[in-house]
């Protein structure tokens, strides 16, 4: 360490274990929006919040904040998710929280910033109860429909109101969670793969988050008996289907890093052992941090569906289900980081996200940086999830340096 802001490894590794605790199963993290877990969250984390001096508050969507009041004007906040996936790990999300946390309580000794610092857990990132993705962000950026309150529902048929009137919030009230305040926002993340662990490097400064595309690909042959029609004389819709995803995997496999491409959901019908498929249908993750490759990974994409088609005798439909514009972190942000990383004696990297973030939708409003610690064997979603006590109070020290510089 040189003249970085010291985070305490013990007081982190504390937070860390205790919210690690909370929603834990022997299958993992399981900590929905609103659910007895997250509510134990909320208030084990207002808790820590009034323990380090700060004011807590809880707004109209149930984010969490802790505020160190400044002089002037405008708010420097940081943050993460609270939520977990189904199964998942510790750190994903809840490291961000805890490690901004435990940023403002080692910042509180500097005495009063001109600009006031905020710690948030974020209520809902990963869509594990509701398709109500980033809720917590879009609140703060004014972005929730009127109706989603009613109209959301989880898998038991709860609607999101009823969730949070359960966990003592006013669905009515989610537009006075909007904020205007906000000059920046800095988010202190696990990296999910394994470029950091494998080059050796203490943390990564994320230059931009994919936009990610979906499609669904159909493909419909021909249904018939699986004894008495010869092989060369199907148009087995699965056989082809299987070739597409093959192959779009291969060219993207050609293209090499950071190009991902997954094809994760598979419906086949009739779905019958003595039946050739009549149908298959499969969903296409794409990404790529540059637009321009992306999209021309996707016109490939179509090409090979369209020649496998006509090779098998098949027709095949692809539909675009989502199209994210890749987000751009803040430049002046990220030379804010990379100085704090070295005042830490932190090497550092600039770096693309895999994931998507909360800070792809900030960015869209808020000058936004992001912050990567190592993730031990590139785990994440899973409980294998790891990162160690030295690695998170790094990435924790290069946040409250880089806070200090911006408040202070
Ligand atoms: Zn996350």
Known sequence: MTDGIHVDEQLL???????????????G?????????????????????????LEGRVDAVGNVFGRLPGSGDGVV??????????????????????????????????????????????????????????????????????????????RDGTTLAEAMRRAGLDPAAVATAERHDLRAF???????GRVLADEGVDVGLVEVIPGIAWETITVRGRQ??????????????????AQMAREITLAVERAGRPAVATTGRWTVEPGQPSVVPGLARFSLDLRHPDLAVRDRLLDQVHRICADVARRHGVEVDVVRDKDEEPATMDSGLLE?????????????????????????????????????????????????????????????????????????
């Open 336 to 408: 804010v980081c990379r100085d704090a990383a070295e005042r830490c004696g932190a090497s550092w990297r600039r770096m693309p996200s895999g994931a998507g973030h909360d800070s792809q939708l900030m960015a869209s409003r808020v000058p936004t940086a992001m912050v990567f610690v190592p993730s031990v064997d590139g785990r994440s979603h899973t409980p294998a999830e790891y990162t160690s006590p030295a690695d998170c109070a790094r990435g924790a020290s290069v946040l409250a340096t880089a806070l200090h510089r911006l408040a202070w």
């Open 29 to 53: 993290m399981y900590r929905f929006v609103y659910d007895d877990a997250w509510q134990r969250a909320r208030d084990t984390l207002l808790r820590w919040i009034d323990e380090a001096g």
């Open 186 to 192: 800095l988010e202190l993340h696990i990296e999910q």
């Open 224 to 241: 018939d008996h699986a004894g008495a029609t010869p092989m060369d004389l199907r148009a087995d819709a699965l056989q082809a289907a």
């Open 77 to 154: 906040l940081t943050g993460s998710h609270v939520d977990t996936v189904p199964s998942g790990g510790k750190y994903d999300g809840a490291l961000g929280v805890v490690g901004g946390l435990a940023a403002l309580a080692a910042l509180r000794a500097h005495g009063t910033p001109t600009r006031t610092l905020e710690v948030v857990a974020l209520c809902e990132e990963e869509s594990s109860r509701f398709p109500a993705d980033f809720l917590g962000t879009r609140a703060m950026l004014g972005l929730v429909a009127a109706d989603e309150p009613d109209r959301l529902r989880d």
């Open 13 to 27: 590794g504390t937070y860390v274990t205790e919210l690690g605790a909370i929603g834990e199963t022997p299958d």
